[in-house]
């Protein structure tokens, strides 16, 4: 009898963090909920910028690494069900609050759509090294911020001079050290699994 262990098969292309657990409806389920309360959970994290009705929050961080690790159409869902919910009533947005009529709403619409596109760019091993996974963070950064920030502009009445200044640009340094902290998670996880692509 041997005991000799069977190499690990690099993973094929198309291949998410979320795959390498066995797939089931229930496990696609779980991943969907569970990335929806992770960003709820992680938009509980939030301080008021001076200035602006957009609070720093954790919950950008946790939508793009949702969809980066489940993929566009889980990454969708969740991000789906964190959005559809928080209308409903549930206050998970920032600052716990919920409902749609917020001007920072367009952000999480954003946050969707950013979900979507990250999540297709890593089936594409686009979050296998630190530069792919930089360039799928600040890409996603700017689909919340190209959705966010117009939205800002007509929920306020502000210019969108003045959209920039307070929903953007305060928020800048902060968005690199969330791509830092990504660009060391998630190679790190591929490579800790062993399967770089």
């Known amino acids: 009898m041997s ?9 094929r292309s198309g291949t998410v963090l979320a795959d390498l657990i066995p797939s089931s409806r229930v496990r696609d389920l779980a991943l969907v909920v569970g990335g929806a309360a992770l960003t709820g959970l992680a938009a509980q994290l939030s301080v ?3 200035g602006s009705p957009v609070p ?13 690790s489940l993929g566009a159409r889980r990454g969708f869902l969740s991000l789906a069900l964190y959005a559809v919910a928080g ?14 009529s917020m001007p920072s709403f367009g952000y999480i619409l954003g946050m969707l759509l950013a979900a979507t596109v990250v999540g297709a760019l890593a089936r594409r091993g686009a979050d296998r090294s630190v530069l792919r996974t930089a360039g799928t963070m600040v890409l996603g950064s700017a689909v919340i911020y190209a959705v966010g920030v117009p939205y800002l502009a007509l929920a306020t009445g502000m210019s969108l001079g003045q959209a920039v200044a307070a929903g953007l640009t305060p928020f800048l340094i902060g968005d690199a050290l969330k791509a830092a902290l990504a660009m060391g998670a998630l190679p790190t996880a591929w490579k ?3 399967r770089r692509g």
């Open 192 to 194: 800790l699994l062993g």
């Open 87 to 100: 209308m409903a009533g549930v206050p998970w947005f920032a600052q716990a609050s919920s409902g749609w």
């Open 56 to 68: 720093v929050s954790g919950q950008t961080f946790a939508a793009l690494l949702v969809g980066t």
């Open 48 to 50: 008021p910028v001076p």
């Open 3 to 11: 005991t000799a262990a069977a190499p690990v098969r690099p993973l």
